[in-house]
C-alpha cells in the first residue's frame, strides 16, 4: 500500500460536509505534546480558522518551552493543567471534534471522558498501529507514513482550492522533521515528497531548523553530557539505558522537553541496537525506547513498559508501587528487562 492510499475521495467528500456544517471544531493532541502533534493539530486549526471556523487546540498538557512557538499566537489554545475548566468546556461546545496524533482518546487522559460524550461527529487522523476505528465516524490512518503532520499534509491538499497561509505549511515541516528525528527514522518517499513541496512553497527550512534545534539553553548542553557520561549503561547484549532522576533534573533545572533526543545517542554506539531512557515523573517513569532496524523497539514498550508506538520508536510507563516497589529499583528491573529481551 502507498502511504497515501488511506485517504479515499468519499472521506473526503464526507469530511468537506462535516467542516461545512461545523461552526466551532476542536483539534485534540495527545498528552505531553511533542513537535507532531503541535505542529499537525496548529495547521488543521489554521486551515479551518481559515474558513471562518472558531477552531480551537485543546491538549491535556501544556508543551514544553522550546516547542510553544509552533502553535500560531491567533489560534485558541488551551490546556488541561493550567485550565482544566476552559479546556472540557470547549470540547462540549464543539459541533465537529478532530483527534490528531493519537491512535484512541485514552492518549488525551483527563480530557477522554468528555471527547467520548461528545455527540459531535468526530475525525482521527493519525498514523499509530491499532487504532481505535470504533470510536470515530471518520479516520484518516495508516502507520505507513512518516507523521501525523504528513497524514494532515496530504488531507489539506485535498481539501484546500488556494494556497495555504506560509504559518500552516511551517508548523507541518516542523512536525514531520521532528517526528523523524530529520529524517533519521520512519521516512518513506512521501516524505520527501511532502519536504520537497513544502521547500517550494517557500518555507525556510533552515530558519526552522534554527528554532527546533539550536535554541536550547546551556543547561540542557550540560544534562546531556552528563547524562552520557555517568548515567549510560551499555549492555553486552548490544542495548543501553539511561535514568534520568528528579535529583539529576533538578540539579541542571532541567524544563520539560530538554531531554528530548537524548535517547537516540546511545544508537550512535556500533554495537547498540536498542535504546532506553527512564524519565522519572510524579509516580512512574516516562519510558523512552529507540532502535536500530531489525530490533523492536515498539513490542518491547507494549511487553515490558505498558506502552507501544513504532517499530524502531517507541514509548510507555513504568509505575512506582505496581511494576517496582520504588523509584530505586528501576535500574535492576531495566536491565532485567533488556537481557530477557534480547538474551
Known sequence: MQPMDFIRKENIQTLEQWIARAASPVVL?????????????????????????????????????????????????????????????????????????????????????????????????????????DSFGLAFTTPNISSASEVVYWILKELMEEAPSSSMWDSLMIGMTTDTNNFANSVFPSTFRMASELIEAGVDRDALLQQIYWSYRENRVRLMGYMQSEELHVLPNGTAYMILTKDIQERFDMLDG???????????????????????????????????????????????????????????????GQDIASAQAAPAYVEQVLKAFLP
Do not use: W
Not at 47 to 62: E, H, I, M, N, T
Not at 277 to 304: I, M, N, P, W
Open 29 to 133: 493532541g495527545h498528552t505531553h505534546p511533542d513537535g507532531d502533534a503541535l505542529g499537525a493539530t496548529a495547521a488543521l486549526a489554521l486551515y479551518l480558522r481559515g474558513l471562518g471556523k472558531d477552531a480551537a487546540v485543546v491538549f491535556p498538557d501544556s508543551p514544553a518551552d522550546n516547542l510553544r512557538f509552533i502553535l500560531p499566537a491567533h489560534v485558541p489554545c488551551l490546556f488541561q493543567d493550567t485550565d482544566p475548566d476552559a479546556a472540557v468546556q470547549r470540547i462540549q461546545q464543539a459541533d465537529l471534534i478532530f483527534l490528531v496524533d493519537a491512535n484512541a482518546f485514552s492518549r488525551i487522559e483527563g480530557l477522554q471522558d468528555a471527547a467520548s460524550a461528545s455527540s459531535a461527529p468526530k475525525v482521527l487522523m493519525d498514523h499509530h498501529l491499532n487504532p481505535d476505528l
Open 258 to 320: 530538554e531531554s528530548e533526543g537524548l535517547v537516540n545517542v546511545p544508537l550512535a554506539i556500533k554495537k547498540v541496537k536498542l535504546s532506553v531512557l527512564l524519565k522519572e515523573d510524579d509516580g512512574h517513569f516516562r519510558v523512552s525506547a529507540r532502535s536500530k532496524k531489525g530490533t523492536s523497539a515498539q513490542q518491547l514498550a507494549r511487553q515490558y513498559f505498558h506502552g507501544g508506538g513504532h517499530e524502531n520508536a517507541a514509548g510507555g510507563k513504568l509505575f512506582i
